[in-house]
Nanobody, 127 residues
């Protein structure tokens, strides 16, 4: 059974950096394409980034481009989200997700296309 556990969230100031981790356990890590989503209070869950199982295809939401970097480390079965120049609007509960399906860029941003989810890690950016 696949399990995803996020960590690394916290309270930071605008302009700071933060690195989130998503630790994977269960099935073969390299079978899964993975993604980061976030959800602010009162808002829908929104796509942040996606990384394919080999790390060869990476997609970002417009809000993340140029500031966030997604990577994965197969031996550690961990995915990362390095966030820089954080803004108050980046505040939210950050989730990692996994799927065995190779979606195109548009479908990779849709939450229902991921079968497995972590419980999230809170990121709060103060102004």
């Amino acid at each position: 059974q696949v399990q995803l556990v996020e960590s690394g969230g916290g309270l930071v100031q605008a302009g700071d950096s933060l690195q989130l981790s998503c630790t994977y356990s269960g099935d073969t890590f390299n079978r899964y394409n993975m993604a980061w989503f976030r959800q602010a209070p009162g808002k829908e869950r929104e796509f942040v980034s996606h990384i394919s199982w080999r790390g060869s295809r990476i997609y970002y939401a417009d809000a993340a481009k140029g500031r966030f970097t997604t990577s994965r480390d197969a031996p550690k079965t961990t995915m990362y989200l390095q966030m820089t120049s954080l803004k108050p609007e980046d505040t939210g509960l950050y989730y990692c997700a996994a799927t065995t399906t190779n979606h195109d860029p548009a479908d990779s941003s849709v939450p229902r296309n991921y079968e497995f989810w972590g419980r999230g890690t809170q990121v709060t950016v103060s102004s």
